[in-house]
């Protein structure tokens, strides 16, 4: 029943290593995002993307890349991991509009030391 | 500027007690406002939507454009309630469905 799905769980990674975080919708929506989430932050938006090969910049997008060359698929990519982007991340996905709320994954909980 | 603001981090109540937990927002236009819920160790989650007036749960959300607010409120707390709720807003002139978030506020029911 899993309609959003984060390919990892946990991710431990190292200063300055190139990191990819996956995301895979089964819905069929137009939309997709990558948050961020802090304790008393909220969710920060990094990048969205409406359409394949179409992005965005969010609020925060300085560090981070993102990648959509397939509809189903949204890419998150840390170019050089550094220790301040240790967090929470959670993709999502909506239809064009947002009108019908959006379908969250589990997240992903990336340490980088 | 879109923002919104929840201005209690942490709610702290004993179960059976009624539950309101605040949202402000600022937006010029015609908002869509939702409120969404991440129980321990689950997914964030749609709780409700303004434009369909529904309750869920028992929790209900009533749109005061005259005081920006959008409130999550239920009568009488359980101690399942616990969890943290985001609340968030939709521009309508946006037709790309980004929403803003504020803070979050940790709910807390207390037996």
């Known amino acids: 029943d899993v309609k959003v799905t984060q390919s990892s769980r946990y991710l431990v990674k190292r200063t300055g290593e190139k990191v990819f975080l996956e995301c895979v919708q089964d819905m069929d929506h137009e939309n997709m995002f990558w948050y961020r989430q802090d304790p008393g932050l909220g969710l920060r938006l990094i990048y969205f993307s409406y359409d394949v090969k179409m992005k965005e910049k969010g609020d925060i997008p300085e560090g981070y890349s993102v990648s959509r060359e397939k509809k189903e698929r949204f890419s998150l990519i840390l170019e050089s991991a550094s220790t301040n982007q240790t967090s929470m991340y959670l993709c999502a996905s909506s239809w064009m509009t947002g009108s019908g709320g959006y379908t969250f994954g589990s997240g992903t909980r990336l340490t980088v030391v | 500027a879109q923002r919104v603001t929840q201005p209690e981090k942490l709610l702290s109540v004993f179960k059976g007690a009624p539950v309101e937990l605040k949202c402000n927002y600022s937006y010029s236009g015609s908002p869509e406002l939702f409120w969404y819920v991440q129980y321990s160790r689950q997914r964030l989650q749609l709780l409700l939507r303004?434009?369909s007036r529904e309750s869920i749960k028992g929790f209900t959300a009533d749109l005061n454009k005259g005081e920006t607010s959008f409130h999550l409120k239920k009568p009488f707390a359980q101690e399942e309630d616990s969890a943290m709720y985001y609340c968030a807003l939709s521009g309508s002139s946006s037709n790309t469905g980004k929403l803003i978030f504020g803070q979050g506020t940790t709910l807390q029911v207390k037996p």
């Open positions: 303004h434009i």
